[in-house]
């Protein structure tokens, strides 16, 4: 009797450490598992191997790549945590600074991970302000992105939200140029189904967000940038010097602009000034042949205006209108409400007898 009152004791004492091993067992892997600081969205060019954070300058249809990056404490307390980083590329860079990444893989131990992706924009390709007053309400703000799935990494995009949004009319082009911020969640829980995360970091959504900046080249650098970012009208109200130093830091950032901003943005590039400009009369019915930059006007980069209403040349559209010959069809960046693309006879309203007369000039000095 004592001997099996003993065996079911020790049994019972077996069973008993099993139980408290099984339960401490996860939690202790838990106090050894990283904890997540924050996150980063990493801009992969090409395949070089390394996520860019803050600001990426790309020539307009180059590749790239966004990746999650989590920036995680290791080892436990005590003061002797390590700081680690976890990415989909083998090298990451933060502010300047380049660290060694470890695989995202090894973050399964925190359980089920959930990654959300977002573009950061003001959300409409135009806004009109009465006065400059109003322009203290000009916002940001996060736009989740369900149709870029939840990877780890996704292949890069310049597509704005408002994109949509843009009149129906416009030509259907690839648009591999403009400017766009992102914004990643990273999401952990130990439980499938918890409504909750264990642990949720986010990357900046504005003040140090990763952003992308493709343009074209030459005389199209400045007006490239620019799409993807709200255009802002201004109305007849006042507009001190404040307001408009505001408007002028708001394209400085690459947060919005304007028509004025703009100009003054493409003039300086080519260093002169409106008043130096040689306008040329030219008509829209495919006299005046397209040439290369540097060679006279009329060629991509080039400010065709009527009245104050002016738009920079784009691209003869092959395959329409006369080939090499400016007309009615080619192409132009159009910014009087937002910065869109269209062909110039939709912007100059041509008729059956109007030869569409425009003045062109170039924003670059004679040669």
């Not at 590329?89 to 300047?96: F, Q």
């Not at 110039?344 to 670059?364: C, I, K, N, W």
Request: charged residues 25%.
């Amino acid at each position: 009797m004592r001997r099996n009152l003993l065996l079911f004791a020790i049994m019972a004492a077996i069973v008993g450490v099993a139980a408290v091993v099984l339960w401490l067992a996860p939690r202790a892997q838990q106090a050894r598992a990283p904890k997540m600081v924050r996150a980063w969205v990493g801009v992969e060019v090409g395949d070089e191997g390394t996520a860019r954070t803050g600001t990426v300058e790309l020539a307009a249809g180059q590749t790239f790549r966004l990746h999650a990056v989590v920036e995680a404490e290791r080892g436990g307390g005590d003061g002797d945590a390590e700081r680690v980083y976890y990415s989909p590329t083998p090298r990451v860079l933060i502010d300047g600074a380049r660290f060694d990444a470890l695989p995202v893989e090894d973050l399964d131990v925190l359980g089920r991970v959930r990654l959300l992706w977002f573009s950061v924009e003001n959300g409409v390709p135009v806004r009109e302000f009465e006065n400059g007053a109003e322009l203290e309400r000009f916002r940001y703000e996060q736009f989740f992105r369900d149709e870029w799935g939840s990877s780890w990494s996704l292949d890069g995009t310049l597509e704005a939200n408002f994109d949509s949004w843009l009149e129906d009319d416009s030509p259907d082009i690839e648009r591999n140029f403009g400017t766009l911020r992102y914004q990643v969640w990273v999401e952990t829980a130990l439980d499938e189904d918890a409504l909750v995360p264990d642990q949720r970091v986010k990357s900046a959504a504005l003040q140090g967000a990763t952003r992308v900046e493709a343009r074209l080249p030459g005389a199209l650098g400045p007006p490239s940038v620019v799409f993807g970012l709200p255009g802002i009208v201004r109305g007849g109200g006042e507009w001190d010097a404040a307001a408009l130093g505001r408007l002028q830091q708001l394209h400085d950032d690459r947060l919005a602009f304007s028509r004025v901003t703009l100009l003054r943005e493409l003039l300086d590039a080519g260093g002169i000034g409106w008043d130096d400009l040689n306008w040329v009369l030219l008509a829209l019915d495919g006299s005046a042949g397209w040439r290369a930059p540097g060679e006279g006007s009329p060629s991509p980069g080039d400010l065709v205006r009527v009245a104050d209403r002016w738009v920079v040349l784009l691209r003869d559209e092959v395959g329409q209108g006369e080939p090499g010959m400016l007309d009615g069809a080619d192409l132009c960046m159009d910014f009087d409400s937002g910065a869109t693309v269209r062909r110039l006879d939709q912007v100059f309203l041509l008729g059956e007898e109007d030869t569409g007369d425009v003045l062109v000039a170039s924003p670059r000095p004679p040669a």
